[in-house]
């Protein structure tokens, strides 16, 4: 459905689509679809083979379009998994987040990435399975601290060979597969046979292991399950939505992720379930069993259409009993939850947006601020960063990073002035939200460097709000000084006062976004430099090197003979790559 101006303003399925169009028409409305039917000019149709084909497009354009009377599923993120690299003499366990086409073998999906750290972790303890990344592992001449404190077996210098790495490898391939109690038999088998053999150490450690073993199995267990399905339900408060969502897969608990889909008014739980199971599994993987804590509309075509996505049968249930009941119960409660710490966060930050207002006697409480700062090294791949508060906290999605070039090393306030003049050239033509308070790291020459800037841009007119942070005489945490433009003396606030906390979170997150840029463009950089300027190294010959090796630090510890093994790389020419990186030894 479109407006005058060919905006999309809905988008929907149907089997029959005379009678669902005929709906909108023919009938009471709520004042939403009211709303939507005063705003149709044209209506466009697609014809798909099957519900399953019309269910994918509906999600791929509610997606792409992002239409304002759909249910809008902002957090789409992707489920991370733990990559096991078969095709390696000796596997290698890893976090792996990604498209499932890739050459390994995948366990998951996690519900976030704390539950694969922790997994990974657990695994590391139980058994000694190398996670460290290629180009270190293959360039060890000596084992590891993970061999010293007995979480690896030194696959890196030969101090295992394949066959035994091989057992440690089905074991962890078990684990992940739910079979952990097979595991267990096979150590019990084996303490017995050492303790039989008078090996008592021996015996003691394979029975710490499977001590270790049992505790983190009962610990992931989901009590009487040995499938795969997601538990979903819903919490709405205060015009906030929550969609919470527990995986369970072959009886273990991965963890859960809750999701804060943006939701029109007058829609109920039956209607933001069919919503989001629609975008959710458009691209995401699909269990045996969804039981939700209220059953979608038009739950039949909704299910015949999942199952025909997944290429099997997907379960849709809603009234379970006993242990499924728990779960339910269980993810009822996390979506409760975090509605309220959503609510709760909201509050905090209108409170802290008023008490700004008050501490700088502005008109009206600001809406959205915008925070720059500068990071550098030595003058050396200046980055400045913006980020982005309003009356719910950050707004990572506006955040944006600005390469300063054309200047002179060093010089903070040319870095500024450029920075703000390339955000706010736009402003006028409405690419950018206007903000109503702009804070800048830095004291007087760094405000007034960025009035200037401003001035030139002719933005005079939107009277925007000025406040630079300096520290204290100490650096003190809490004694910031706030200046705004055009004052000779600055202000103190109290250290308790929730304004200084809100420019103190603001400064702290412009300065956190500002230097992670500058690392990446300081390590890009020296990446690519140092194999730049040897005469001979294209980018195909570099790419190639940095892949061989896993790196810069694995090619500046390889030997000559080694980089000579490379595809394309000649000895003459190994020789002067090994001589560019071993230059102040010689």
């Known amino acids: 459905m479109l407006d005058a101006s060919?905006?999309?303003l809905y988008v929907g399925k149907a089997k029959q689509l005379k009678r669902r169009v005929a709906s909108y028409f023919g009938r009471t409305l709520t004042p939403r679809h009211e709303r939507l039917v005063s705003l149709i000019a044209d209506i466009a149709v697609t014809v798909t083979r099957t519900e399953g084909e019309a269910l994918l497009l509906e999600s791929q354009l509610i997606k792409s379009l992002q239409p304002r009377f759909n249910i809008l599923l902002r957090d789409d993120k992707?489920?991370?998994y733990i990559l096991l690299t078969t095709h390696d003499r000796y596997p290698r366990l890893t976090f792996y987040r990604g498209p499932r086409q890739t050459a390994g073998r995948l366990f998951g999906p996690y519900a976030s990435a704390w539950a694969v750290r922790e997994t990974l972790h657990s695994l590391q303890k139980l058994f000694p399975v190398r996670q460290c990344e290629d180009g270190f592992f293959r360039h060890r001449s000596r084992p590891c601290l993970q061999y010293q404190i007995q979480r690896c077996t030194a696959p890196c210098v030969g101090l295992i060979t394949p066959e035994q790495y091989a057992v440690d490898v089905a074991r962890s391939v078990k684990f992940l597969d739910g079979r952990g109690e097979e595991v267990i038999d096979e150590l019990i088998r084996l303490m017995d046979t050492a303790a039989a053999a008078l090996d008592f150490e021996r015996a003691a450690q394979i029975r710490d292991r499977i001590q270790t073993l049992r505790r983190v199995l009962e610990r992931h267990a989901v009590s009487g399950e040995d499938g795969d399905l997601d538990l979903i339900a819903t919490a709405h408060a205060a015009g906030i939505w929550c969609v919470q969502v527990?995986?369970?897969?072959?009886?273990?608990?991965l963890g859960n992720s809750a999701f804060f889909p943006k939701v029109p008014p007058d829609y109920d739980a039956a209607a933001v379930l069919a919503g989001f199971l629609a975008q959710f599994y458009a691209t995401h993987e699909l269990p045996e069993t969804l039981i939700v804590s209220t059953l979608p509309d038009d739950v039949a075509s909704l299910r015949a259409a999942l199952s025909e996505r997944a290429g099997r049968t997907v379960q849709l249930q809603s009234a379970v009993r006993g242990e499924r009941a728990r779960w339910l119960e269980l993810a009822r409660e996390n979506a409760r939850f975090a509605v309220q710490q959503r609510l709760d966060s909201h509050s905090g930050y209108a409170r802290r947006f008023e008490a700004l207002?008050?501490?700088f006697d502005l008109s009206a409480r600001p809406e959205r601020l915008e925070c720059f700062d500068i990071s550098h090294t030595q003058g050396e791949h200046t980055v400045a960063a913006c980020v982005v508060f309003d009356a719910e906290g950050p707004r990572s999605t506006d955040y944006r990073r600005f390469n300063i070039t054309d200047m002179t090393p060093g010089d903070d306030y040319a870095a500024l002035a450029q920075?703000?003049?390339?955000?706010?050239?736009?402003?006028e033509r409405g690419d950018y939200p206007i903000p109503d308070l702009i804070v800048i790291d830095g004291g007087r020459g760094q405000l007034n460097a960025v009035a200037q800037a401003l001035a030139e841009l002719g933005l005079d007119d939107f009277a925007l709000t000025l406040i630079g942070v300096s520290k204290g005489p100490e650096r003190r945490p809490g004694a910031e000084r706030l200046w705004l433009l055009g004052h000779e003396v600055p202000?103190?606030?109290?250290?308790?006062?929730?304004?200084?906390?809100l420019i103190a979170h603001i400064r702290d997150e412009a300065h956190r976004f500002a230097i992670t840029g500058h690392r990446q463009r300081r390590a890009k950089a020296r990446v690519t430099s140092a194999l730049e300027d040897i005469p001979g190294i294209g980018p195909k010959r570099r790419q190639r090197l940095l892949h061989h090796f896993g790196g810069l630090r694995g090619l500046a510890h390889a030997a000559v003979a080694e980089i000579a093994a490379v595809a394309g790389i000649s000895q003459p020419l190994a020789e002067r790559i090994h001589a560019a990186f071993h230059h102040d030894q010689a």
């Open 6 to 8: 060919g905006t999309v």
């Open 357 to 359: 207002r008050e501490a």
């Open 78 to 80: 992707s489920y991370p």
């Open 491 to 501: 202000v103190i606030l109290p250290s308790d006062s929730p304004a200084l906390h």
């Open 419 to 427: 920075a703000l003049t390339r955000r706010y050239r736009r402003l």
């Open 246 to 253: 527990f995986i369970v897969r072959r009886g273990r608990h």
